[in-house]
């Protein structure tokens, strides 16, 4: 079945630091891939999405590419914040549109 | 817009109690999500509304758990008898319809402990 997978955490940066949390997909036919963000006692909120390969998705300075040849839709982000702490999830939908997400990475930046 | 609406915020109760949860979606949107996230975990969907009616309910434990959106807009989700590992966030996403590529939107959650 469909499925997602995702770098393990907790990820610790300094801020400014260079951010990549990896994620891998499993799934029939052309899903579409999400990043959520999940901040301290807030619900999930979309970060960025990306419905067909090599699509890349952007917000608030993070970025990630669709690549269907490898599965993956990397989240990336050139200099984090203090505020960027949080738990990302990604995530994917496919025919009905049920998500899978995966286990989540907590990250903290630390000034 | 306002977003998706969900109370309580946080729930402490019994094993073999009974609660429920209730969730306002996003106005016009006509698909429901309920999900389950344990400390640690990904959600991981319950239940799916269409309007009124379930499109999947395959994960939802049937033999605890019941789940109703009348009129195809509030949704109330409930537990009865709840046991120990049922203490997890309980979220309502919503999105406009169930055709591919709709982004959901979600509550803030139900935190719910169960002693």
């Known amino acids: 079945g469909d499925s997602v997978t995702q770098m393990e955490g907790p990820v610790t940066l300094s801020e400014e630091a260079f951010l990549t949390i990896n994620c891998t997909y499993t799934a029939t036919g052309y899903p579409s891939l999400f990043w959520y963000v999940q901040y301290p006692g807030e619900g999930l909120q979309l970060l960025l999405k990306a419905t067909k390969a090599d699509d890349k998705g952007s917000n608030k300075g993070f970025e990630a590419t669709y690549r269907k040849e490898t599965t993956s839709f990397h989240l990336e982000k050139g200099s984090v914040q203090v505020s960027d702490s949080a738990v990302y999830f990604c995530a994917l939908t496919n025919t009905g549109n049920q998500f899978y997400f995966g286990t989540g990475t907590s990250l903290t930046v630390i000034p | 817009e306002a977003g998706v609406a969900q109370s309580p915020r946080y729930k402490i109760i019994e094993k073999r109690q009974s609660v429920a949860f209730w969730c306002n979606p996003i106005s016009g949107h006509a698909t429901l999500y309920w999900y389950q996230q344990i400390l640690g975990q990904g959600p991981k969907l319950l239940i799916q509304?269409?309007?009124?009616?379930?499109?999947?309910d395959s994960q939802l434990p049937k033999d605890r758990f019941s789940a109703e959106r009348l009129k195809g807009v509030d949704s109330t989700l409930k537990i009865q008898p709840a046991k120990l590992e049922d203490s997890a966030v309980y979220l309502c996403?919503?999105?406009?319809?169930?055709?591919?590529?709709?982004?959901?939107?979600f509550g803030p959650g139900t935190r719910l402990l169960v002693l």
């Open positions: 996403a919503t999105s406009r319809d169930r055709a591919l590529q709709e982004t959901q939107y």
């Open positions: 509304f269409q309007n009124n009616g379930v499109v999947d």
